[in-house]
């Protein structure tokens, strides 16, 4: 061995192996930075789902000076009812409420005794044309809407139900009843059969069975059918613009929709009017929330 020029004596050199991060570290660090990741699309999704709602609560408080002066664009100078005021005694806002109510609970009350009805019938029976009917009925849910407004405008105008809450109430019947048939179907396929056996067993009359055992166990079904049937009602807006032209049997999508003129928008009063539609919805959602996530996870175990 040889000394070099600074005096030191070469020989065979070891390198320096690279710092290797634990498994345990590296698996930590990637579960923190996917939860961050998680977080933030939470975050967005809730900024993009929740945000417009705020925005139509903070409008609805505005003073109409302010939306005509600065739009939406700025927050407001000073939070105003004025809007609510104006809304229940300058239009007839009550009636819109009083017409969608009476059409969202006379729908739902329809639908649900006829889609009970058939849903028991296709469950729980075998006949003749069983499988055609479910073909029709799920071909039923594929027509657009607009299909079907002259037919039915030619009905009502025939059976006289134009301009008439009892003529919206069929109309949304007959669009709300399949869905709910086959989602309340879903859940009965569900229940065992041997409940059928054990009935007829004890004696029970076909009838006996529906009313005392197979309606107790179809309650959570019949609330997540009942609250789709509700909002759909209550939201609908097609028919209600196609078949009402007065305001004994407008709706509140309807109200709602005469506060866009040709050369303003009161959004001071459509934001208000958006916001005391929404509370009932959310009210009855909360009220059957349980039940209602029981009823739609139950009826799609089968169908």
Request: hydrophobic share 50%; glycine share 10%.
């Amino acid at each position: 061995m040889t000394a070099n020029a600074l005096g030191t004596i070469d020989g065979p050199r070891t390198e320096r192996m690279p710092a290797v991060t634990p498994p345990g570290r590296r698996s930590s660090s990637a579960r923190r930075v996917g939860r961050v990741g998680l977080y933030v699309l939470i975050a967005g999704w809730m900024i993009a789902t929740i945000g417009p709602y705020l925005v139509m609560l903070l409008t609805s408080f505005t003073p109409n000076q302010d939306l005509v002066a600065n739009g939406m664009s700025k927050l407001p100078s000073a939070l105003s009812v004025q809007g609510y005021v104006e809304l229940f005694t300058t239009t007839p806002f009550l009636a819109y409420m009083r017409n969608s109510l009476l059409a969202a609970l006379g729908t739902v009350v329809l639908s649900l005794i006829v889609a009970s009805a058939a849903a028991i019938s296709l469950s729980r029976f075998r006949f003749r044309g069983r499988g055609a009917l479910l073909t029709v009925l799920l071909i039923a849910q594929l027509f657009p809407a607009v299909l079907l407004v002259i037919p039915l405008s030619t009905m009502l105008k025939g059976a006289g139900l134009l301009d008439t809450t009892a003529g919206l109430i069929l109309v949304y019947t007959t669009f709300a009843t399949p869905f709910a048939t086959y989602l309340l179907k879903g859940f009965l396929d569900g229940l065992p059969p041997e409940l059928d056996e054990a009935a007829t067993v004890d004696g029970c009359t076909k009838f006996q069975m529906v009313r005392h055992i197979l309606f107790p166990l179809l309650r959570p079904g019949l609330t997540a059918a009942g609250t789709y049937i509700f909002i759909f009602s209550w939201n609908e807006f097609l028919y209600a613009l196609t078949f009402t032209s007065s305001t004994k049997s407008q709706t509140i999508p309807i109200g709602l929709q005469l506060f866009i003129g040709d050369y303003q928008i009161r959004w001071d009063l459509l934001t208000a009017g958006g916001v005391i539609a929404a509370v009932p919805v959310l009210l009855g959602f909360m009220l059957v929330q349980k039940q209602l996530i029981g009823g739609l996870a139950a009826g799609a175990v089968k169908g």
